[in-house]
């Protein structure tokens, strides 16, 4: 069931079923006990009319077989006249006197050489056919009134009552699932044109979707993909501006490794060529130190707005950070300093802090003098607030030049970085 349709429709279709068959099987059980009872009170009522005839005719008309016959004539004639209900049955009577004298007994009615002795509704058993009967004690007249019906023809004809209500049941579900299928398709309408809308989007056309008026079902997920759209659009910006950041920085640090390559290549004396490997050294460690700036900001820029904070002792960490930056301290002849309050705890996100702590003291120990020292300090105010200091004994900046120590690949005079540290 790969299709949403059919996902919604199979179980709805099942349940409806499942219901019906419930519904459908009471009503059925519940009706056929009704219909019996109502038949059963057809054969009272049959009863009851006999005893009321026969209460009239005349108390000295001894001519039993004439009376009788009209009577048998009459119920076992259902249906020749065209006039017949559908669900009529054909009844028989017996009628005793209460000695147990049979007086007359119709055509159709089970041979009983004694009368039942059950008064009221019952059942019996005769010659292989069930009957259902009702026997009515007219001690007036001195007579029992038996009234029947074979229980088969009773049954046949409550099956027909029984198809006739089942039908409606059985050719409305089919046209029911049609109705559900074509609704739950309408109600799929919004979601195949947001289906729509995303496959119009690229990486050139990632702008949000706007699709109005919108079921308040779809607008969490049109929120969740147009947060992904955004999410998208910004690492595609942040790889176009980084292989812009790249070829524009390294184009001329590797041109100049090419000069010194050839220089040294063509170098007539021992010196020349030295100087021109030197050169070259030094070429590699500035593109590589270009590189590695231009990577920890491609790493960076994506946490920039999911900046996880934790709790971290600040005096810890620049300690483990400076540890890291000692070798360069030594080959710069730099002292590296730290002046730190033990108890000093912050919340922030520990990697970019460090990273930013790496990029301030590095900048330090470049244009600090050799013989001097770069000194770090931590300490916290009476406020709560806890300040991280970075100090040397460089030239220091020009106020005109603050604004900028922030932009990209900008660099104060003959400085030899790429300009990205504090960017």
Known sequence: MNSVRARILIPVLVLILLGDGLISWLVLRDSHHEIEEVYDAQLAQG???????????????ADWDRLYQAFDQAMSRVGEDGAAHPYETRLTFQVWRTDGQLLVRSTDAPVLNTPPTTLGPHDLMENGNDWCAYMLADMQQGLLIWVGERDDIRQDVIQRIIRHTLWPILIGVPLLALLIWLTIGWGLKPLRAMAQAIRGRNSETLRPLQLEPLPADLEPMQTALNRLLVQVDDLLERERRFIADAAHELRTPLAILRIHAQNAQGAGTEAERREALDFLVNGVDRATRVGSQLLTMARIEPQMNNTVRVRVPLTELVREELAELTPLAMEKGVELVLEGDEECWIETDPIALAIALQNLVTNALNFSPAGSEVRVVVRGTDSGVVQL???DAGPGIDEGEIGRLFERFYSRGNANG?????A
């Open 389 to 391: 200091c970075v100090e």
């Open 47 to 61: 009863a009851r009319l006999l005893q009321g005839v026969l209460r009239q005719r005349d108390p000295g008309d």
């Open 418 to 422: 790429a300009g990205l540290g504090l």
